[in-house]
T-cell receptor, first 112, second 113 residues
Framework: DSGVTQTPKHLITATGQRVTLRCSPR?????VYWYQQSLDQGLQFLIQ???????AKGNILERFSAQQFPDLHSELNLSSLELGDSALYFC???????????FGPGTRLTVL | AQSVTQPDIHITVSEGASLELRCNYSYGATPYLFWYVQSPGQGLQLLLK??????LVQGIKGFEAEFKRSQSSFNLRKPSVHWSDAAEYFC???????????FGAGTQVVVTP
């Protein structure tokens, strides 16, 4: 158990819908990262927050957004979902940008 | 641009045999390197990391990795594999000062009796 929690574990929804994925980092970790894992793209970095502020963006679609709240949990919002958004979404946390990242169990999103 | 290459998509190894997984990176500065393991239906577990210092690093579950700057490699090794080592293994490099990880495509390890 890494100490990073993600909910829900599985999510099945339809095209065009909007979903929210939630992540609670390890106690004491200020940095949260979101990654997407798909068969065709592999593991890709989406976005990073540090202590409530966005710090880096990767290949994140405009339909996707995220935020980190004062209690340091983070949410990833995916809207206007397409079939191609079906993937495993991981959250990771670290003390800061210079330390190793610990990953949550992931949320498996299926868009039908 | 940074990149990570894992040349072997799939490796089959007998239980008790040694295992070596290859990882090559392209990165301008001194890299921060990691190996993660993903068991079926699970998240990624950190096996080991290299930040600086001794180029041979020890990790969990009996794994070790050696950083070779001249070869831009960070290969993962285990002297004797167990059936529970069957999983997918990912090499990663910290891509920038903000810490985002760039992953290789992964190597699937199958362990036969």
């Amino acid at each position: 158990d890494s100490g990073v929690t993600q909910t829900p574990k599985h999510l099945i929804t339809a095209t065009g819908q909007r979903v929210t994925l939630r992540c609670s980092p390890r106690s004491g970790d200020l940095s949260v990262y979101w990654y997407q894992q798909s068969l065709d793209q592999g593991l890709q970095f989406l976005i990073q927050y540090y202590n409530g502020e966005e710090r880096a963006k990767g290949n994140i679609l405009e339909r996707f957004s995220a935020q980190q709240f004062p209690d340091l949990h983070s949410e990833l919002n995916l809207s206007s979902l397409e079939l191609g958004d079906s993937a495993l979404y991981f959250c990771a946390s670290s003390k800061d940008s210079y330390n190793e990242q610990f990953f949550g169990p992931g949320t498996r999103l299926t868009v039908l | 641009a940074q990149s990570v290459t894992q040349p072997d998509i799939h490796i089959t190894v007998s239980e008790g045999a040694s295992l070596e997984l290859r990882c090559n990176y392209s990165y301008g500065a001194t890299p921060y390197l990691f190996w993660y393991v993903q068991s079926p239906g699970q998240g990624l577990q950190l096996l080991l990391k290299y930040f600086s210092g001794d180029t041979l690093v020890q990790g969990i579950k009996g794994f070790e990795a050696e950083f070779k700057r001249s070869q831009s490699s960070f290969n993962l090794r285990k002297p004797s594999v167990h059936w529970s080592d069957a999983a997918e293994y990912f090499c990663a490099v910290r891509g920038d000062s903000w810490g985002k990880l760039q992953f290789g495509a992964g190597t699937q390890v199958v362990v036969t009796p």
